[in-house]
């Protein structure tokens, strides 16, 4: 808006997921964007570009509606201020690939490799071998609208063209942008690519990527490759639910959750960590359902790293549509967007919406299942207790998602145990703050105030920051209050060995300046 009031005749567009797909809103809203584009818009914004060439040089913002009526996936304004929207090509943003030119192979970024004032800096890169989605998650912006359910790759040569570009300029972490790599055979060979540059540069030294859904063999294949090579350090599997009703309102009941378990074994025994991705606040689940979720995950893959998000609406997915928000009841709450791991910052706010409610989950269910998932996550994926749990679960078949849930109401003894109720306390209160105020996600610790992390985390830097003895005096004296309490007849010496050898692998830093966080 400043830059118009500065600038009349500038030409402002808007574009991106943000966009809703042919829904011309932004405009009505806001009377200084003068175009919008839907969808992918190389293509498109390379003919909008080509079609500025004949707007006479100082002439009004307002566009001439004979320049723009043959640019496809916008909608804009014509000389008359009336808003006009141009037809809809699917495939315009993805087709012929290849002749979208590639910043890191046209020199748009050689001025900054190769100067000697940016000679000490690191870099790392996004990439993509091909575009496209061939399921419809409903939660997703991926595999819907102008990306479409056909997958279309970028050419062997011009991947293995910027493989080389990256490695041979030194970028340390390499993204890959695909929706599932390791959906095509030819990801082998792509994997063997990064190898191969990698022997003779040294570079990239990482890769990460977002794995295909149902390739089990083939992602087996190249998890080995990429990890003998040390270019890897885990593979995530989304799993999301194992709830079967769930999974049909979402649309992955085509991607089975029994073969993620077959191939979290496969790739356990090469030697990779891997982890998963949980969504809490699908519709169709509820607290139970999320605590047998929690349950089965780690009753199949006891030392998997769950990562639980919470479940987030995104313009052009099904879910954002309004006939299935009426269909399942969704209530949402629009809180401030945050990132674990990132210095705090009040210069930009950014904000999403959360499902807090639907048919099946009132507002209360959903706090219990953050909160629920806040406590696996610390007792579990932090570590903490996982040699504990497991203990428990083939010793005296204690069920996972029972013991966590202990924890998470508060059935213990809270008096006596004073470190661990306020700590679910403290998770309880962050979720409240959450859900009732909008406020963000993550939250720095007070010894580290310059630095956010995600909550379950900060449980995990309270005990090692001197309270690690404290912590396992009460974590003892709970497991004992909860085997007790479910009249199970246990083993002292064993449970106390046990904990002996739980203690042993999480460090102890009293002073926090033993441990510097950058």
């Known amino acids: 808006k400043e830059i118009k009031n500065k600038f009349p005749n500038a030409i402002i567009v808007f574009g991106g997921y943000n966009i809703e797909i042919n829904n011309i809103t932004y405009l009505e809203k806001y009377d200084f964007i003068d175009v919008l584009f839907f969808g992918s818009a190389e293509k498109s914004f390379s003919m909008f570009l080509e079609s500025l060439t004949f707007v006479p040089v100082g002439s009004s913002s307002k566009i001439k509606e004979d320049f723009l009526s043959d640019v496809p996936n916008i ?21 012929l690939l290849d002749e979208q030119t590639s910043p890191y192979l046209d020199g748009t970024f050689d001025n900054i490799i190769k100067s000697s004032e940016y000679k000490d800096w690191k870099f790392q890169m996004i990439f993509e071998t091909n575009r496209g989605c061939p399921y419809k998650c409903t939660f997703c912006a991926w595999g819907v609208g102008f990306l479409s359910k056909k997958v279309k790759n970028f050419s062997l040569e011009r991947v293995e063209d910027i493989i080389k570009w990256a490695s041979e300029n030194k970028i340390e972490f390499m993204c890959n942008a695909d929706a599932n790599f390791g959906i095509f055979e030819r990801d082998v060979e792509i994997s063997k690519l990064l190898v191969k540059y990698k022997k003779l540069n040294g570079y990239p030294e990482k890769c990460v990527f977002t794995w295909a859904k149902n390739a089990t063999d083939r992602l087996e294949k190249i998890a080995r490759i990429l990890y003998e090579s040390d270019s890897i350090k885990n593979v995530v ?12 309102n979402i649309r992955r009941d085509n991607i089975g959750f029994k073969h993620y378990f077959d191939l979290y074994k496969k790739i356990k025994d090469i030697g990779v960590a891997v982890s998963t991705d949980i969504i809490v606040g699908l519709p169709g689940e509820t607290y139970n359902s999320f605590k047998i979720n929690i349950d089965t995950l780690i009753n199949e893959a006891y030392d998997i790293n769950m990562r639980i998000y919470q479940c987030a609406i995104f313009t052009n997915t099904e879910m954002f549509d309004k006939s299935y928000i009426d269909k399942f009841e969704i209530k949402t709450k629009k809180i401030k967007l945050s990132v674990a ?37 610390s ?99 709970v497991t004992v209050e909860f085997l007790k309490s479910n009249k199970i007849n246990f083993n002292k010496k064993i449970l106390l060995e046990t904990f002996k050898y739980q203690q042993s692998v999480i460090p102890d830093y009293k002073n926090k300046d033993e441990h510097k966080f950058n």
Do not use: P
Request: charged share 25%; proline share 0%; glycine share 4%.
């Open 237 to 248: 599997l989304a799993l999301q639910t194992t709830t079967e009703g769930v999974l049909e």
């Open 75 to 95: 909608a804009y304004r014509d000389k008359d201020n009336k808003i006009l929207k141009t037809d809809l090509l699917w495939e315009t943003g993805s087709d």
């Open 341 to 377: 791991h990132v210095h705090d910052s009040d210069e930009f706010e950014e904000t999403v919406d959360i499902i807090v409610e639907h048919d099946t989950m009132t507002v209360s269910d959903y706090k219990k299942m953050v909160v629920f998932g806040y406590v696996a996550q």
């Open 379 to 477: 007792l579990h994926t932090s570590k903490l207790a996982v040699h504990v749990m497991y203990h428990l679960h083939t010793e005296y078949d204690i069920n996972y998602g029972d013991f966590l849930e202990f924890f998470s109401d508060k059935k213990f003894n809270t008096n006596k145990n004073e470190f661990i109720s306020n700590q679910i306390d403290k998770l309880i209160s962050s979720v409240n703050s959450t859900v009732d105020d909008g406020n963000e996600n993550c939250e720095v610790h007070t010894n580290y105030e310059s630095m956010l992390w995600n909550r379950y985390e900060l449980w995990y830097i309270d005990v090692i920051l001197g309270n690690k003895e404290k912590f396992y005096n009460e974590l003892l004296a």
